[in-house]
């Protein structure tokens, strides 16, 4: 089984800094892709970052980062010089495999509502 | 190009009526999943499909709900007999494969509403 864990409910930040949102997760899967999806307000799910569990560098598009520390099972997203627009829920997911059998589902923690202030 | 598109958009409906969801996935996609998103319960997977077949249907949470996709494209989510519990936001979701790095790209959802 898996699970994600996003224990921050909600988080603000001042416009322009940087904000970490923290993820933890648990599987016995071998391996394993972590994802971030952003939702705003209007309810659309945003593909944000892909980490793959064995890539030996940290997955980085555009102003958003994840730090992937796979010792600690914890996988945090790192949004810099945050905008106005950043303000929506951020859901952390896990895809796992196993003994060659691939599973398509995404199991999502309960996610952060995350408020930029101006 | 086109992105996943669901309709309804909303649908509001009686309690032991049933109800039939519909998702276009963006084309050439061969992995299809179905999700509901609920305050009390997050997101919860329900079914994903691989072509037609589908090889993970754990999360349907009871008979009363199936899914079927033909011709490796559209999708219907039928739920019989709804019920209040089953009011929630299904989202449908295709991605090029049911594996590997890709990303299940989300449709805008269809609110189920059961009075």
């Known amino acids: 089984a898996q699970k994600i864990t996003q224990t921050q409910p909600g988080m603000f930040v001042q416009e322009k800094e940087a904000v970490t949102l923290d993820c933890t997760y648990d599987t016995s899967d071998p391996s394993y892709g972590l994802f971030w999806y952003k939702q705003p307000s209007s309810g659309e799910m945003i593909f944000l970052i892909y980490q793959g569990s064995y890539d030996q560098q940290n997955a980085t598009e555009g102003r958003y980062s994840l730090n992937f520390q796979k010792a600690r099972k914890s996988a945090n997203l790192v949004i810099s010089a945050s905008q106005l627009g950043d303000s929506a829920m951020y859901f952390c997911?896990?895809?796992?495999?196993?003994?060659?059998?691939?599973?398509?589902?995404?199991?999502f923690g309960q996610g952060t509502i995350l408020t930029v202030h101006p | 190009g086109a992105g996943v598109s669901q309709s309804p958009s909303n649908k509001v409906t009686e309690k032991g009526k049933d109800v039939e969801l519909r998702c276009d996935p963006i084309?050439?996609?061969?992995?299809l999943y179905w999700y509901r998103q609920s305050l009390g319960q997050g997101l919860e997977f329900l079914i994903y499909?691989?072509?037609?077949?589908?090889?993970?249907k754990s999360g349907l949470p009871s008979d009363r709900f199936s899914a079927e996709r033909t011709g490796g494209s559209v999708s219907t989510l039928t739920i019989q007999r709804t019920q209040q519990e089953d009011s929630a936001v299904y989202l449908c979701?295709?991605?090029?494969?049911?594996?590997?790095?890709?990303?299940?790209?989300f449709g805008p959802g269809t609110r189920l509403t059961v009075t």
């Open positions: 997911a896990m895809r796992g495999y196993a003994g060659g059998t691939s599973y398509g589902k995404l199991t």
């Open positions: 084309s050439g996609h061969t992995a």
């Open positions: 499909f691989q072509g037609n077949s589908a090889p993970d």
């Open positions: 979701a295709s991605s090029l494969g049911g594996f590997g790095t890709y990303e299940q790209y």
